[in-house]
């Protein structure tokens, strides 16, 4: 069965760099059928789609934190990453890696991690 | 960028049924995938492609999508189905292609 695990510092200064890893197991990540992406929910808010990656290394981002945004892939780990830099305290969110179709179900989540943004 | 709307509650007494809407322009056009998301768990996928279930969601969950409201029905609704829910779409047209609505309480009365 299919399993993703974010990983990453859970507590990031603010102008620094949030980086996260989610590692998938029970699956490659390889697949031609699936995209990977990250999506984050703000304490007490609602679901923000932040990017995509296909294994290839194409790439899609929210156009409001593409200037912070980089999603990479490691076929050989089979897992991918996050980096947001710049962050504020309004990037404080639980960061969720998750695979989805290319008609973007989202198929499959982790458990989600909380990043808090503070000094 | 493409906007879903969606009611922030549906309440709903046990063993009636629950619509929850999700509005957009011309949302009939695209595929739109329902998530359910109860406290301090990630979101599930109940509906995707408008109206098919994954396995092991309740035939209780159906949904459709015409014109400019997709909704997401829960018939003979449980306490358990006490959550949040989420429509979203993937709008291929456009360079923010992930898109959610800001989600609807549903809470079983």
New interface residues.
């Given amino acids: 069965q299919l399993q993703l695990q974010e990983s990453g510092p859970g507590l990031v200064k603010p102008s620094e760099t949030l980086s996260l890893t989610c590692t998938v197991s029970g699956g490659s990540i390889s697949s031609s059928s699936y995209y990977w992406?990250w999506?984050r929910q703000p304490p007490g808010k609602?679901?923000?789609?932040i990017?995509?990656i296909y294994y290839s290394g194409s790439t899609?981002?929210?156009?409001?934190l593409?200037s912070r945004v980089t999603i990479s892939v490691d076929t050989s780990k089979n897992q991918f990453s996050l980096k947001l830099s710049s962050v504020t305290a309004a990037d404080t969110a639980v960061y969720?890696c998750a695979r989805?179709t290319?008609?973007?179900?989202?198929?499959a989540?982790?458990?989600?991690t909380l990043v808090t943004v503070s000094s | 960028s493409y906007v879903l709307t969606q009611p922030p509650s549906v309440s709903v007494a046990p063993g009636k049924t629950a619509r929850i809407t999700c509005g957009g322009n011309n949302i009939g056009s695209k595929s739109v995938h329902w998530y359910q998301q109860k406290p301090g768990q990630a979101p599930v996928l109940v509906i995707y492609y408008d109206s098919d279930r994954p396995s092991g969601i309740p035939e209780r969950f159906s949904g459709s999508n015409s014109g400019n409201t997709a909704t997401l029905t829960i018939s003979r609704v449980e306490a358990g189905d006490e959550a949040d829910y989420y429509c979203q779409v993937w709008d291929s047209s456009s360079d923010h292609r992930g898109v959610f609505g800001g989600g609807t309480k549903l809470t079983v009365l």
Avoid: A, C, F, T
């Fill in positions: 992406g999506i609602g679901l923000e789609w990017g995509s899609y981002y929210n156009p409001s593409k969720y989805h290319n008609y973007g179900d989202y198929v989540w982790g458990q989600g």
